[in-house]
């Protein structure tokens, strides 16, 4: 495969002929002369792609990989394990390049494959309609809580302190440009405080977010919020790990009124932060307030299977006042990846997947309380994450842990002040018992 086509002198004077013009500074003469840069760019020289891929490859190794390096940093991005096959369909033509499916005549491949996606997260979160287009988790759990004050007709949201500090501060951002009030529950045990959420419900609050598992791995106990958040006719929003539902009841179970979360770990690669992929599933009540869009299967004119955008909501395809989202990237890419790593796990792969994080993770744990080097911070039940206490500072706990090719845990006293060397562990079925063993020998060195 070319990494690129070269263009010639001869193709360049080619085109340029051709549109009728001598040179290419004729194609920027609408440009006032005061703006145009008259040096060069301070770029170093050029390269032959020889000694370019070599210089790349060097600064490359620079970075710590999860192919080098044995990985137990999780926090909202996790090390799970990729088949081969994803890489080798995604990077057939006709997806790799395919855009937003504006023309479905001509676009149902790409708009079979988001049928299949939304179908998929329907069946995983128990919600009846899913959208394609969400960035990550946290532009859908900010959507969901935009959706939830345009159809409450109301302004505040309260949001669980046990959510992921980085997507409570992408839905602060987008609140403060939407009058919408941002109302932080506290936590106990690990788990959303219920004596504060009913402290702070009343008429003006549009919906509750709460994540399960939530940023210390903990299992919220969601049904025991639902009818309080009902009952002040405020809507209810899970986020939710997708592996974990798997093993766990659905937020539509849960009594969600809609379901959100990032969907990194289906099949997406870390990608040193992105691009990864958010999905977002409600019930049918609010199926016209989705942001995104929505495709839906039908029939032509000869009875033969078809797909089409049923619903377009964004400001792309309709008047800018009237979109529920201003979102624009299709996002197709990462929702192909997650619909073949379904495909290929299946309802029992995916819960052998859940249940191996399930008894790795605790065996993590318990042989980390067993060095006398940690303590325990909740004890609530968790998933594939745990807090423990350590007696040492994180940062020196890390710094040695990557001088033995290991990328330790989380800080959590970053965002969490009170929990003073708090150590936020991820581990993913990835992880093998002589993996978990070392780790557990050299934090004690």
């Known amino acids: 495969m070319h990494r690129y086509i070269g263009n010639t002198d001869q193709d360049k004077a080619a085109m340029l002929k051709e549109i009728g013009v001598d040179n290419i500074n004729s194609l920027f003469s609408a440009v006032p002369d005061s703006v145009h840069l008259d040096r060069k760019l301070n770029l170093p020289d050029a390269l032959s792609e020889l000694e370019l891929v070599k210089s790349l490859k060097s600064l490359s190794k620079t970075n710590y990989s999860t192919d080098d390096y ?67 988790g946290a ?31 992408v839905l602060s951002t987008y609140a403060k440009f939407r009058n919408m009030t941002i109302t932080e529950v506290g936590y106990k045990n690990g788990q959303l405080d219920v004596e504060d959420l009913q402290s702070k419900l009343n008429s003006n609050v549009a919906a509750l977010i709460v994540q399960s598992p939530n940023f210390f791995g903990i299992i919220e106990d969601v049904e025991g919020v639902k009818d309080l958040v009902h009952n002040n006719k405020s809507l209810l929003i899970v986020s939710a790990d997708p592996i974990s539902l798997a093993v766990l009841k659905s937020p539509g179970e849960l009594g969600a009124d809609i379901a959100v979360g990032d969907g990194q770990s289906l099949g997406n690669p870390l990608n040193y932060g992105g691009p990864y992929l958010g999905f977002m599933a409600v019930t049918e009540k609010l199926m ?54 379904l495909t290929l796990m299946g309802k029992e792969g995916l819960k052998e997947v859940a249940e191996q994080c399930i008894q790795k993770s605790h065996y993590a744990c318990n042989e980390l309380i067993k060095t006398g080097k940690f303590s ?17 500072s994180v940062e020196e706990l890390n710094k040695k842990l990557l001088a033995d090719k290991i990328i330790g845990g989380y800080d959590v006293q970053k965002h969490y002040p009170e929990l003073e060397n708090g150590y936020l562990v991820a581990v ?18």
């Open 288 to 341: 016209r307030k989705m942001p995104g869009r929505i495709v839906g299967q039908t029939t032509d004119h000869d009875g033969n299977r078809g797909f089409v955008l049923t619903l377009q909501t964004r400001e792309q395809h309709i008047r800018r006042e009237k979109a529920t989202s201003n979102i624009c990237s299709n996002q197709a890419l990462n929702a192909l990846t997650a619909t073949i790593y």
């Open 376 to 392: 325990e911070v909740f004890s609530a039940p968790f998933f594939k994450e745990f807090v423990l206490q350590s007696k040492q």
């Open 428 to 445: 993913t079925e990835k992880r093998t018992k002589n993996e978990i063993e070392s780790f557990c020998e050299r934090v004690v060195k």
């Open 70 to 136: 044995t990985c137990f940093l999780g926090a909202g991005a996790y090390d799970h394990y990729i088949p081969t096959v994803i890489g080798e369909l995604l990077a057939r033509q006709e997806f790799y390049t395919a855009y937003t499916p504006y023309q479905p005549e001509i676009s149902q491949g790409t708009l079979q494959v988001i049928f299949e996606y939304q179908s998929m997260i329907c069946e995983l979160t128990g919600m009846h309609v899913a959208n394609a287009s969400m960035y990550d």
């Open 139 to 169: 532009t859908a759990m900010t959507e969901a809580a935009i959706m939830a004050a345009d159809s409450t007709k109301r302004n505040e949201i309260l949001v669980g302190k046990s959510v992921n500090p980085e997507d409570r501060k």
